[in-house]
């Protein structure tokens, strides 16, 4: 049974910085790419950032250069460090178990994490 558990949102202020984790369980971890997807209120669930089993790195234009994906596959989780946050980054965030890259777009195909709230507000 896949579980998955993240943390480390929160309320902050445009400019600052925050550090998501999602930790995986019941999958072999090191094998998948894993990637953080984001949903603001109204609008579709949208890529943020992936990493593939090798470490390799593919973000969304509206954060790139601010957020950062990274891996520790000993502790089975996955991290975005965000910076420079803006109000438009405000939004539930999620991280999926297995993300690919198929007909030339990424898909996702594992489980989906219970999300993260992050807003971005003075």
């Known amino acids: 049974q896949v579980q998955l558990v993240e943390s480390g949102g929160g309320l902050v202020q445009p400019g600052g910085s925050l550090r998501l984790s999602c930790a995986a369980s019941?999958?072999?971890?090191?094998?998948?790419?894993m990637g953080w997807y984001r949903q603001a209120t109204g609008k579709q669930r949208e890529l943020v950032a992936v990493i593939t089993s090798g470490g390799a790195t593919n973000y969304g234009d509206s954060v790139k250069g601010r957020f950062t994906i990274s891996r520790d596959n000993a502790k089975n989780t996955v991290y975005l460090q965000m910076n420079s946050l803006k109000p438009e980054d405000t939004a539930v965030y999620y991280c999926?178990?297995?993300?690919?890259?198929?007909?030339?777009?990424?898909?996702?195909?594992?489980?989906w994490g219970q999300g993260t709230q992050v807003t971005v507000s003075s």
């Open positions: 019941g999958i072999i971890f090191s094998i998948n790419g």
């Open positions: 999926n178990t297995d993300v690919r890259y198929v007909h030339y777009r990424w898909g996702t195909f594992g489980s």
